[in-house]
């Protein structure tokens, strides 16, 4: 039995945290536990030695203390502050007038949003709340089809994963030793090419089944003409000088991340405050979620330090490649 642990540390390590994690235990204590348990058996089986753990309260000092990661709160409270003060209401309501002539203007419409959202909040969650909460209602009220409206709007919200400020690559950036500018620019093509292959997606369902993706009725276009050029541009500009407020500083190299993410936060204050939306209870809110978002990245990054030390300590890295 010993010998087939020894042999095997790292596949049964590697089988045990999927198990773990299909169970619904939180990845976090789920990393953390498997690691010192592995960890501890791999000592009393000889294939590890106590001293490889000795550095393990320096790496997770290292990760309170890492400058990279205080990007993280900034551009989540960013997020929270732009969703709640109804930012995403506003661009889907005119961004859908605006497409809502052809058919599948809702949907270009949603894709189009879930991308400038991505752009400024860098946070899934409030991504996909904000516009399943809006846009699907009323695609199924005009005749879309659900599985295509429910797609839609789940693909175009996980753009905030891949499209800058997104706070994964903020942590992939710290776990690979890159910056996080280096991250954001490798980043923004791809992201583009995914929000311009969802739209021809559609573009495609609406040359082939175009009764699932039907055009407004004009009973429901409300703005037309000037009145909706001009508020197009009232909706959109406030998002876009944010968009270059952030991203561009630290891309012209004015700004790093963290610099970055912190001036995004001042000036979606300044957003809400401009929009008289901003009050004590959506502080409250937005300063209570971003503690807790954040500690879930942080906890999350101190368990993967533990398994990483034991998985690597029993070769997993050899066994992986």
Do not use: C, H
């Amino acid at each position: 039995m010993s010998a087939f642990l020894v042999a095997n540390m790292a596949p049964l390590m590697f089988a045990t945290l999927v198990a773990f994690l299909l169970l619904g235990y939180p990845v976090a204590f789920a990393l953390a536990a498997l690691g010192l348990s592995f960890g501890f058996i791999g000592v009393e089986l000889g294939l590890l030695t106590p001293a490889l753990y000795q550095a393990l309260p320096e790496r997770i000092f290292g990760i309170m203390s890492n400058d990279t990661l205080l990007a993280v709160p900034f551009f989540t409270f960013m997020g929270l502050i732009l969703e709640r003060s109804g930012m995403a209401e506003d661009l889907l309501d005119t961004i859908g007038q605006l497409f809502g002539p052809i058919r599948g203007g809702l949907a270009y419409a949603v894709i189009f949003v879930g991308a400038l959202l991505a752009a400024t909040t860098g946070v899934v969650a409030a991504s996909v709340i904000s516009m399943g909460l809006i846009s699907l209602p009323i695609m199924l009220r005009y005749g879309y089809d659900r599985r295509l409206a429910s797609g839609v709007i789940a693909a175009s919200g996980t753009l905030a994963q891949i499209i800058p400020p997104s706070l994964v690559l903020i942590v992939l950036a710290d776990q690979l030793g890159r910056s996080v500018g280096d991250m954001y620019a490798g980043a923004i093509v791809p992201g583009l090419v995914l929000t311009a292959l969802y739209a021809t997606y559609v573009l495609g369902v609406s040359l082939f089944y175009p009764k699932a993706v039907p055009a407004l009725p004009p009973a429901a276009r409300l703005l037309r003409g000037w009145k909706l050029v001009a508020r197009v541009l009232f909706v959109l500009i406030p998002p876009l000088a944010l968009i270059f407020l952030v991203l561009g500083t630290i891309f012209l190299g004015i700004a790093t991340p963290t610099e970055g993410g912190a001036m995004g936060a001042t000036g979606a204050l300044a957003l809400a405050l401009i929009n008289r939306r901003l009050s004590w209870a959506l502080l409250k809110q937005a300063m209570n979620s971003t503690a807790k978002l954040t500690s879930f990245v942080v906890f999350i990054l101190v368990g993967a330090t533990v398994f990483s030390l034991t998985f690597r300590g029993v070769n997993g890295d050899l066994w992986v490649e």
